[in-house]
């Protein structure tokens, strides 16, 4: 069964204070891993797709990359805007099979000014 | 270009009656998925369709199914209605079953 942990659970950062969340997971073969990022109330907005381990992908202040195990999502001088819950999703490549991705339970940051 | 739209945005219903969601996907996607987010919970699967045929399915009670038109449009119905289907709806769409999914804005259900 796949398996994805996001920690921490909650962050809190100052405005300028770069920091990272982390997503784990468990899959046999990965696909591709998905991260999002969803605001109250609305759905997930789409940010990037990693596929395969050493790969990287930038977006203004953020920038993903992927291991074997985990991936990370850094997120430099964070300003309050950044504030939301980040999704982690992993989808499994599976012959002839189903391709829905497993979520993580997110990540929410609260940046301050 | 226009990205997944649902409707309506709020829904309002008693329990024991019955709710219809709405969805269009992005030009070009063939594959709509539905998935629940309750509050404090993760996003949960419901269902998968692709080319009008139902592809997959979450662990959901048979009274959460839906379909798939022609024009690759969705609906969602849930009926006999608990009060714990009360959370927020959200559509995806992506190209046939393998890419990536994008969301639309969800529709909010709550169950009196």
């Known amino acids: 069964e796949d398996q994805v942990t996001q920690s921490p659970e909650a962050l809190r950062l100052q405005e300028g204070e770069s920091s990272s969340l982390n997503c784990s997971y468990t899959?046999?073969?990965?696909?591709?891993l998905f991260w999002y990022r969803q605001d109250p109330g609305k759905g997930p907005e789409f940010l990037f797709t990693l596929y395969s381990a050493g790969e990287e992908k930038e977006k203004e202040r953020l920038k993903a990359t992927l291991t074997k195990k985990e991936s990370f999502l850094h997120i430099t001088a964070p300003k309050p805007e950044d504030s939301a819950t980040y999704l982690c999703a992993v989808q499994a490549d599976r012959t002839g099979g189903s391709y829905i991705p497993t979520f993580g339970r997110g990540t929410s940051l609260i940046v301050h000014p | 270009e226009a990205g997944v739209t649902q409707s309506p945005t709020h829904l309002i219903k008693t329990r024991g009656q019955q709710a219809t969601l709405r969805c269009s996907p992005i030009?070009?996607?063939?594959?709509v998925y539905w998935y629940q987010q309750a509050l404090g919970l993760g996003l949960q699967f419901l269902l998968w369709?692709?080319?009008?045929?139902?592809?997959n399915r979450g662990n959901f009670p048979p009274r959460f199914s839906g379909r798939q038109f022609p024009n690759y449009s969705s609906e969602l119905n849930v009926n006999a209605l608990e009060l714990e289907d009360s959370a927020l709806y959200l559509c995806?769409?992506?190209?046939?079953?393998?890419?990536?999914?994008?969301f639309g804005p969800g529709t909010r259900l709550t169950v009196l």
């Open positions: 899959v046999s073969g990965l696909r591709g």
């Open positions: 995806a769409s992506s190209l046939w079953g393998m890419d990536t999914q994008y």
């Open positions: 030009s070009g996607h063939t594959s």
């Open positions: 369709y692709d080319e009008g045929e139902e592809r």
